[in-house]
T-cell receptor, first 113, second 116 residues
């Protein structure tokens, strides 16, 4: 089945540690995205990538980093510089062509203690 | 700049009753509108989208929405809800017909609660 796989579903980390969230897609989509979701806040764009080896900052990129070495993979690192990292993180991908939409993964819930 | 306002954070409805979830947007350019549904601890699933053409858009699971340019609204409706419709619903606007998620601005969501 084609889709987007985020792992793990739940992640716990100690404050001050970097943590990397995985996102893999087998839809052959060019574009991939990371969103952060907080209760009552909707979704906010962290980073996105339209093509391999290229990515752009979204609205809330501070404290996060990404890489896009392969078309199917777009890992997100939450660094110790992120002041409030506890949140639900959603990865998405899209073909990037007109009249298409983004497809979302199942999310990773990160809790920093 | 574009923005989306979902007027209700929670909407309780009895099973088999009709429901309307309200969404208003603002944008200085052409808009493309979307409704997504999110079940607990899941990702988002597209319910329906308006890109052009007929202002009444039909989506999955019996939902429909009407684009009203003069009122800058895109309200979501269902004539008869089921317990399984309990979820968070997000309205989103994009200024890009390309369909990518980088141009999407999301509302804060409406929690639809179906009561038996």
């Amino acid at each position: 089945d084609g889709g987007i796989t985020q792992s793990p579903k739940y992640l716990f980390r100690k404050e001050g540690q970097n943590v990397t969230l995985s996102c893999e897609q087998n839809l052959n989509h060019d574009a991939m995205y990371w969103y952060r979701q907080d209760p009552g806040q909707g979704l906010r764009l962290i980073y996105y990538s339209q093509i391999v080896n290229d990515f752009q900052k979204g609205d809330i990129a501070e404290g996060y980093s990404v890489s896009r070495e392969k078309k199917e993979s777009f890992p997100l690192t939450v660094t110790s510089a992120q002041k409030n990292p506890t949140a639900f993180y959603l990865c998405a991908s899209s073909p990037g062509q007109p009249n298409t939409e983004a497809f979302f993964g199942q999310g990773t819930r990160l809790t920093v203690v | 700049a574009q923005s989306v306002t979902q007027l209700d954070s929670q909407v309780p409805v009895f099973e088999e009753a009709p429901v309307e979830l309200r969404c208003n947007y603002s944008s200085s350019v052409s808009v493309y509108l979307f409704w997504y549904v999110q079940y607990p601890n899941q990702g988002l699933q597209l319910l329906l989208k308006y890109l052009s053409g007929s202002t009444l858009v039909k989506g999955i699971n019996g939902f429909e929405a009407e684009f009203n340019k003069s009122q800058t609204s895109f309200h979501l409706r269902k004539p008869s809800v089921h317990i399984s419709d309990t979820a968070e619903y997000f309205c989103a606007v994009s200024d890009r017909p390309r369909g990518g998620a980088d141009g999407l601005t999301f509302g804060k969501g409406t929690h639809l609660i179906i009561q038996p």
